[in-house]
């Protein structure tokens, strides 16, 4: 049988319990981020700021290793103090710089520059 307990609890105290809930879920289920990920539109990423936990568990890094990218520059971060904060969107910017194209798009890209010169010559 369920026990029933009552007590009093403040809106702050209720959503951070929420809120540790949801993060232990998703440190538990990191294929969870990545769906939501997928599902969420830009708009809900706009200046969203994220722990350092928050992005080694996104992008599937150990914490000392952003750290190291922090250290020396290699990953967009903001430090207050000791603390480190990054936003989604520069996160997933950054992630993006190091996208290769395939060798289809490169020659679809060369077609198209070499179509243009001919043009113009």
Not at 88 to 111: H, P, S
Request: charged letters at 25%.
């Amino acid at each position: 049988m369920n026990e029933l307990i009552l007590t009093s609890i403040s809106k702050e105290e209720l959503r951070k319990i929420f809120a540790d809930s949801v993060r232990l879920v998703l440190n538990e289920n990191p294929y969870l981020i990545s769906e939501l990920s997928k599902s969420a539109t830009p708009a809900n990423n706009t200046g969203e700021f994220l722990s350092i936990d928050e992005v080694a568990t996104l992008i599937n890094l150990a914490k000392a290793t952003i750290y190291a990218l922090c250290s020396s520059a290699k990953i967009p971060h903001i430090k207050k103090g000791k603390h480190l904060y990054f936003l989604r969107t520069d996160i997933v910017a950054w992630l993006n710089e190091g996208k290769r194209k395939t060798n289809d798009q490169i020659q679809a890209e060369a077609d198209a520059y070499l179509l243009g010169k001919r043009r113009i010559g």
